[in-house]
């Protein structure tokens, strides 16, 4: 099972900031199967990145990913207020289980 | 535009098995991968499996083969099922579209009561 560590666990920003987020495989990410979701309390989570670099429909070119092998990242390069909230990392597709990382939050500093 | 609901009695015994619907809108059964997803109160993600039409299905091997997926063409509905439940089961439960989860349910939580 590949195990998923995220980092920071918590990230205290400001509106306009630039926040960047870790994802770190226990084993190689094959075919660069890595997404990111963002979740809400009380929502759903809703997917922002898929293949590792590829915006969802929908989804403001402000948020990008990038990474391959067991480095991921999730840039959001200037924080909305609608933009605080939990972030998780998923491998899916090549290795099951298709496990999640714990999660990081962005919250207001 | 694609629209998943996850139905389902909201509070189960525990030992018993815990049943849900996924009715999809907007979209073939045929079409896509299907998934099934919780989240217990306050924690983080957990993947439960994928199902496709084919029949061909992926669990989570932490829930010991418990887990049974399906799909109905005729209602182009997927659905979970879940045996011998235990208050650890508790969680909201969530459908989702593809192997990521590119379109998700509202959710539906689930209380296994002891």
């Known amino acids: 099972e590949i195990v998923l560590t995220q980092s920071p666990g918590t990230l205290s920003l400001s509106p306009g900031d630039r926040a960047t987020l870790s994802c770190r495989a226990s084993?190689?990410?094959?075919?660069?199967?890595l997404a990111w979701y963002q979740q809400k309390p009380g929502q759903a989570p809703r997917l922002l990145i898929y293949?590792?670099?590829t915006r969802a429909t929908g989804i403001p070119d402000r948020f990008s990913g990038s990474g391959l092998g067991t480095d991921f990242t999730l840039t959001i390069s200037r924080l909305e207020p609608e933009d605080f909230a939990v972030y998780y990392c998923?491998?899916?597709?090549?290795?099951?289980?298709?496990?999640f990382g714990p999660g990081t939050k962005v919250d207001i500093k | 535009q694609v629209h998943l609901l996850e139905s389902g009695p909201g509070l189960v015994k525990s030992s018993e098995t815990l049943s849900l619907t996924c009715t999809v809108s907007?979209?073939?059964?045929?079409?896509?991968?299907w998934t099934w997803i919780r989240q217990p109160p306050g924690k983080g993600l957990e993947w439960i499996g994928y199902?496709?039409?084919?029949?061909?299905?992926n669990y989570n091997p932490s829930l010991k083969n418990r887990v049974t997926m399906s799909v109905d063409l005729s209602k182009n509905q997927f659905s979970l099922k879940l045996n011998s439940v235990t208050v650890a089961d508790t969680a909201v439960y969530y459908c989702?579209?593809?192997?990521?989860?590119?379109?998700w349910g509202q959710g539906t939580l689930v209380t296994v009561s002891s």
């Open positions: 199902v496709h039409h084919s029949g061909n299905t």
């Open positions: 084993q190689s990410v094959t075919t660069r199967n």
């Open positions: 293949g590792a670099s």
């Open positions: 989702a579209r593809d192997l990521m989860g590119s379109r």
């Open positions: 998923q491998q899916y597709g090549s290795s099951s289980p298709f496990t």
């Open positions: 907007g979209a073939s059964i045929t079409t896509y991968y």
